[in-house]
């Protein structure tokens, strides 16, 4: 068991561009979570897969917004022309079943300039 | 809907305990507790599935009333190691119906001073 990886753990980023995070969960977990977290605030939900079928997603999440996870494994998340308010730590987090406590990574923390 | 922690920050001298509190305006099937030190990740702590239940880790439980739609957790005997911040997250679903998401509360800010 090697954990939640999660890369890169910090990009810095102009507005407008585009970029794209990585998720790899706990190899037998087939349940993966995206979480944004902003400070002095808990997760918020992003969206949730069941090995790579797309269950959920916060109906508050930007269409700028966009989660893959091709083959049920790792996953990416994508945020196309970015602005101020996406700043903040994206967290992801896996389980192996739902309702299973959530594993989560370190994050990658996103600085729009 | 957001659930409610309470307090929003208390500080302990090592070895007095601690109550947090976490109440959802919505009916809940799961109360999640995590615990998160500043720069890195939550940490699982305990989940708890059905209205009533109590689970214990070490000096850490935890309860959780269904019908009133809150759950506690409950530090006994604080160490320095139990600073940071406490994180309720609220799930609705089971077998299959309702939401899989967890809905996090703001935290309750926990510092043991010596």
């Known amino acids: 068991d090697t954990g939640v990886s999660q890369n890169p753990r910090h990009k810095i980023t102009k507005r407008g561009q585009n970029v794209t995070f990585r998720c790899d969960p706990i190899?037998?977990?087939?349940?993966l979570y995206w979480y944004r977290q902003t400070l002095g605030q808990g997760p918020e939900f992003l969206t949730y897969?069941?090995?790579?079928?797309?269950?959920?997603k916060s109906r508050l999440l930007s269409d700028r917004f966009s989660a893959e996870r091709p083959k049920g494994s790792f996953s990416t998340l994508e945020i196309q022309r970015t602005e101020q308010g996406d700043s903040a730590m994206y967290l992801c987090?896996?389980?192996?079943?739902?309702?299973?406590?959530?594993?989560f990574g370190d994050g990658t923390r996103l600085s729009i300039l | 809907q957001q659930p409610v922690q309470s307090p929003q920050a208390v500080i302990l001298r090592e070895g007095e305990d601690a109550v947090i509190n976490c109440s959802s305006s919505?009916?809940?099937?799961?109360v999640h507790w995590y615990r998160q030190k500043h720069g890195e990740a939550p940490i699982f702590l305990m989940i708890?599935?059905?209205?009533?239940e109590q689970k214990g880790h070490d000096k850490i439980s935890a309860s959780f009333n269904e019908k009133k739609q809150q759950s506690s957790l409950y530090l006994t005997a604080s160490q320095l190691s139990y600073s940071g911040t406490y994180f309720c997250g609220t799930g609705t679903a089971y077998s299959g119906a309702g939401s899989y998401q967890l809905t996090f509360g703001k935290g309750t800010k926990l510092s043991v001073i010596p």
């Open positions: 987090a896996s389980s192996l079943l739902p309702n299973q406590p959530q594993h």
């Open positions: 919505k009916a809940l099937y799961s």
């Open positions: 897969f069941q090995n790579e079928a797309q269950l959920e």
């Open positions: 190899s037998e977990h087939n349940r």
């Open positions: 708890l599935l059905k209205g009533g």
